[in-house]
């Protein structure tokens, strides 16, 4: 299985590597061949060519097949072609729909006379019509060169300005056999195939011939123009009138899918005389040349690129040195399809008719008798063409088989991934350059960039299935299935009657400038207004700082900068997509603005809960953590949902009412510009260093949070390198190394003991029990606490025990406290416990397990939350007992919203001295670790009335003023909590003391 990894992961890597240099030397022979072409175009007078006696006589050919809905507007337009030798042939091959008859009708076409010249052998014509006028007769000659299914009839016009048409009706027999049914009744010298559905330019004639007379060292046998989507355009009487970028998305990916194609790839290969294929669309060919190779072969269905290949094998095997031409000029327009069912069938018969072709000619592949046809070609259509579905397939389904192993490199994959899709997206906007800096058929406002814009979509919304519908189309080829597919047609005309012809507004910068602005002030509006309301209600909730007037200021100083950075960040966003359209633009910036808004509502409740402002200590939270902590927390209730449809219902109601009056009238803009860079300015100066703040609750009240949780993420995710610095040297305590130059960090100890001392020696190991408990902090614990002291019984442990009344902590946050507290460990970047993998390390549970110790851990809650579980098994405790261990007849802590942290300190104290009543004291010494759960949000205890009256009655006796009291009052259930906690404490030191071994334990 390794070695098919890393076949597939090298594999892809190299095919991908070939893929892009291919695509790279295309555009840059694309260029080279752009600028000769247009060297050599841009004296020529294509008029003089038009009327000139001496221009190569033309016979065009349209094969029509069910195009009821296109084809009187489109022979129409090819009718319309000035050239001066031509000759214009319908072939009907075998409609089911009223084509023949609305051909009859429109054209007063009669049935002709046939004269057969039965050159080579062919199936019967049905009939050929032909327009008559006074220089014509009625007389037509069918040389039957090329096999074709029977011809009913042929036929011409009774009207003169018809005299250059001529229609055949035929029995059905596919597109290749329409076309040589065709060839066999042209008698001009080169021949013109186009689909009946295509409407031409009017010059697109004489540009697509030039290549034919301008040529003298080669002989020219085929040359081929770009085609482009007709969907959306509008067109009268046969002509096009408005170019437009088609409005449907499926069309417009096909848009700059032909593009792409045209003005890069087959402008390159021209430029190398390398061109397989010419669209059947739109093409010329050598008459002579043609019916030597064998016409159309009716048995594939790429009939177009097999003739081109055959009549280049034909032109090399006799030797003579010839040219396949390519004109870059939009010659052509056709109607792409509107839907995915005729997208696959078109796509379908593309990979077939390649397959067919290649497989036909499976000779020229790597022979070096034909030249760039077999050597570079060939190759390029097999391997990058032909086989790029199938490897895209078949790795995509081997990707999905290694990812669900588990053997998938995802960094490498990502990159490998990120790369090819910005390369691919770049080559696009590449080719649209291309096109708006040679023919800029697209220039109404936005049109470019909403073709840059479908670039970004065409991976995932269009590339897929066209790799789908070829994956299907060998399957068909596979299966012999070589149907053609019914292709239906919209039609142009219905397209010109139903397109709404906009007027074109005025499109500049400055109302890019102003409806921006307006939404921005709308914003600014609304989140001075939320700012205002959530310090109301965090000084009314909680309590107002010193000095409020000054923190507010400060608060709006800091939401204005960083409104100033989000709105300049999400101006590119908005005129980017006003290039497409500005109500795009609209909904996609206010829907930013309203996701934002909404993230920062969070935020401040957030703040409300836990006065601290929540900032990169998500990262340490797993999906699952955030799930239960949220729903503890008892905030997900009917009171914030309706606070929260009311932030929603006022966000867009500021910006319905306000933001047309802001857009409509330019003093306001200008005003409101004026005033945010004054105030900025002005504030910045007067609050640089915000000296009057000093507490650590108004820093916190006035930061912007969303600011301080996207700087802080941000600071996580990408950390600025830090300069490392020496450590001063210390004379007084030299560092001592065991062996320097082979253990560099191995130092003998030389930390002085300065705990022994406190401790009474005995040959006995002692028990020991850790207590950690969840919230406790100095605010509200030990005299001078700020808030009072609300633990009474373990201020009297002070007393009789070691106490320090400071510490320095390595995290910040419960899930730091096991590696933090019991190893002293690094909290690297998300936490010790969820480093991946967990580094070795050292811990009490370790160091005392490997010196005999019995270990255990207990927990009122989930062990499995922020992976404490996984740092536990790493030290081997020895029993672990959490929320999933514990007694059934144990009450747990109140649920709020069907949540609950799990069982309380008393439950968790009481668990521990019932097992250790039961504990082998003849045995082993034990470590026990108890952490807490239930002073923590919602701070919902059992017999919590209780605890309430008993905070009331300690807050009356700690001497503090009224509105002291009054300010601690509105914390009532977290202070209920902590003397809870503290009773807790109280009973389990008690219930401990009647165990064996108490004299012999360190709590």
Known sequence: MALLYNLFEYGILVYAIALLCCYIALGIFAIAEALTYFRKSRLTDYTLLASSPYAPSVSILAPAYNEGANIVENVRSLLNIYYNQLELIIINDGSKDDSMQKLIAAYQLEQATVSYNEQLPSKQVNAIYKSTNSTHNNLVVYNEQLPTKRVRAVYKSTNPVYGKLVVIDKENGGKADALNAG???????????????????????????????????????????????????????????????????????????????????????????????????????????????????????????????????????????????????????????????????????????????????????????????????????????????????????????????????????????????????????????????????????????????????????????????????????????????????????????????????????????????????????????????????????????????????????????????????????????????????????????????????????????????????????????????????????????????????????????????????????????????????????????????????????????????????????????????????????????????????????GTPDVLSPFFKSTTTPPHVVIIMVEGLGRAFTQENAYLGSFTPFLDSLSHHSLYWENFLSNGGRTFAVLPSLLGSLPFGKGGFNEMQPMPEHLSLFSILKANGYNTSFYYGGNADFDNMSGFLKAQKVDNLYDIKSFPKNYPKLPSENGFTWGYGDKELYQYNVTNNRFLNQAGKPTLQVLLTVASHSPFQVNNQAHYLQLFKKRLQSLGLSETQKQERQAYAPQFASIMYADDALRSFIKNSSSLPGFENTIF
């Open 183 to 749: 060839i066999n009744l042209a008698s001009h010298q080169y021949l013109v195939c186009i689909d009946v559905d295509c409407i031409l330019e009017q010059d697109a004639l004489l540009k697509l011939l030039k290549p034919f007379m301008e040529e003298s060292d080669k002989k020219v046998i085929a040359a081929g123009g770009v085609v482009r989507i007709a969907n959306s355009c509008v067109f009268e009487n046969g002509k096009l009138v408005e170019v437009n970028l088609p409005k449907q998305l499926l069309p417009r990916f096909q848009a700059l899918e032909y593009i792409r194609a045209f003005l890069l790839g087959r402008m390159a290969w021209s430029r190398l005389n390398g061109l397989l294929l010419i669209s059947g669309a739109f093409g010329a060919f050598d008459r002579k040349i043609a019916i030597e190779a064998g016409g159309y072969n009716p048995k594939t269905v790429g009939e177009d690129m097999e003739l081109v290949v055959r009549m280049r094998r034909y032109m090399a095997d006799r030797q003579i040195p010839y040219k396949v031409a390519f004109v870059p000029d939009p010659l052509c327009w056709t109607e792409a399809p509107a839907s995915y069912k005729i997208l696959g069938r078109q796509r379908n018969r593309w990979m077939r008719g390649t397959i067919e072709t290649l497989r036909i000619h499976q000779k020229l592949f790597l022979n070096p008798r034909y030249g760039i046809l077999g050597l570079l070609s060939y190759p390029y259509w097999f391997f990058f063409e032909l086989l790029a579905p199938v490897i895209e397939f078949g790795g995509m389904v081997f990707f999905i088989a290694l990812a669900i192993m588990g053997l998938i490199n995802w960094p490498y994959f990502l990159a490998l991934t990120a790369f090819i899709l910005i390369f691919g997206w770049l080559f696009s906007v590449f080719a649209i350059l291309m096109e708006v800096a040679t023919f800029n058929q697209y220039k109404k406002r936005g049109e470019v960039g909403k073709l840059i814009f479908t670039a970004l979509l065409e991976p995932f919304l269009f590339h897929p299935f066209v790799v789908w519908s070829s994956i299907r189309g060998i399957m068909d080829l596979v299966r012999k299935d070589t149907s053609w597919g019914e292709m239906t047609r919209q039609g142009f005309q219905g397209a010109a009657a139903n397109a709404e012809v906009q007027p074109r507004t005025t499109y500049n910068g400055w109302t890019i400038l102003t409806d921006y602005i307006s939404l921005s002030a709308c914003l600014l509006l609304f989140w001075l207004g939320l700012r205002g309301l959530d310090f109301l209600q965090t000084g009314l909730i909680h309590s107002f700082p010193e000095s409020p007037a000054v923190v507010f200021s400060v608060a709006i100083l800091n939401d204005l900068s960083f409104f100033l950075v989000f709105s300049l960040l999400l101006a590119p966003i908005y005129c980017l997509s006003a290039l497409i359209s500005t109500r795009l633009a609209r909904i996609t910036t206010i829907a930013i603005m309203a996701l934002t808004t909404l993230i920062s509502f969070g935020l401040m409740h957030y703040f409300q809960t836990a006065l601290v402002p929540l900032g990169a200590d998500i990262q340490s939270y797993s999906w699952q953590d955030l799930q239960q902590t949220v729903g503890a927390s008892g905030e997900v209730n009917i009171k914030n949902g309706i606070a929260l449809i009311g932030i929603g219902f006022a966000f867009f109601a500021t910006f319905y009412w306000f933001s047309p009056v802001l857009r409509h009238t330019a003093r306001w803009i200008y005003l409101a510009v004026m005033l945010i860079i004054i105030c900025w300015l002005g504030a910045g100066l007067v609050f640089s260093n915000k000296p009057w703040i000093n507490q650590e609750y108004a820093q916190n009240l006035s930061q912007n949070k969303l600011a301080y949780f996207v700087t802080t993420n941000y600071d996580y995710l990408f950390p600025a390198a830090t300069e490392s610095s020496e450590t001063a040297s210390n004379p007084d305590n030299e560092i001592k190394y065991v062996q320097e130059k082979q253990y560099p960090f191995l130092r003998v100890n």
